[in-house]
């Protein structure tokens, strides 16, 4: 069975761009979330989709949004990047998207802003 | 506000020793916790979870260890070995929510 992939890899973009990271999860799962790992900070709870809808969401501004769609596929979008958003942008997913539930995780995006 | 914390950044361990690792919570209201391996450039790995009903799960070499009343939980990897060396999270969430909690993560390299 495939594990998550995430595209791009890596991505070098300017303040005041903005940005848009795709995740495709394991085959039959339906859920799908986002976290930003910056060093020190661990990982932080983005947002988390399942049936196309958003249930949970962290606490990042407006500028961060995501989309899921009904293959299950994830995007999340951000727009007017600032040096602060240069980290890695990881995916998971899991069957039902419960804490509780084993989430695989991507390889992540690396995204630097310059 | 770090409602989960792992206040070793780094831990060198010997081949063959017992590896422990150490992550403290704040929030009551969290009753599971998971421990997640991460080697770089790859995306971490579930190692071991433990609900909070229990104050022991073991797997193999990995065994967690739950004490509610210090809001505090450990990983002991018996033997440790080369390929243990890698970031490991410990994450914290409760029944029924989607969002998973994690500390800043502890670097463990094993020296052979």
């Known amino acids: 069975k495939a594990g998550v992939t995430q595209t791009p890899r890596y991505l070098i973009k300017t303040r005041g761009q903005q940005v848009t990271l795709s995740c495709s999860p394991i085959s039959g799962h339906r859920s799908v979330s986002w976290y930003q790992q910056t060093p020190g900070q661990g990982l932080q709870f983005l947002f988390e989709y399942f049936s196309e809808t958003q249930r949970n969401k962290g606490n990042f501004p407006g500028r961060f949004s995501g989309r899921q769609f009904s293959n299950s596929r994830s995007e999340m979008n951000v727009s007017t990047l600032e040096l602060g958003d240069s980290a890695l942008y990881l995916c998971?997913?899991?069957?039902?998207?419960?804490?509780?539930?084993?989430?695989?995780f991507g390889p992540g995006t690396r995204l630097t802003v310059l | 506000d770090q409602q989960v914390k792992q206040n070793s950044p780094s831990l060198s361990v010997q081949e063959g020793r017992i590896s422990i690792l150490n992550c403290d919570y704040t929030?009551?209201?969290?009753?599971?916790f998971l421990w997640y391996k991460k080697y770089p450039a790859e995306g971490p790995t579930f190692l071991i979870s433990i609900s909070s009903i229990k104050d022991k799960n073991e797997d193999g070499r990995f065994t967690v260890f739950l004490n509610k009343s210090a809001k505090h939980l450990s990983l002991h990897i018996v033997p440790s070995q080369p390929g243990d060396s890698a970031v490991y999270f410990c994450a914290a969430t409760f029944f029924g929510n989607e969002k998973l909690t994690f500390g800043t993560g502890t670097r463990l390299t094993i020296i052979p």
């Open positions: 929030n009551s209201m969290f009753d599971y």
């Open positions: 998971a997913s899991s069957w039902e998207g419960r804490g509780t539930d084993t989430q695989y």
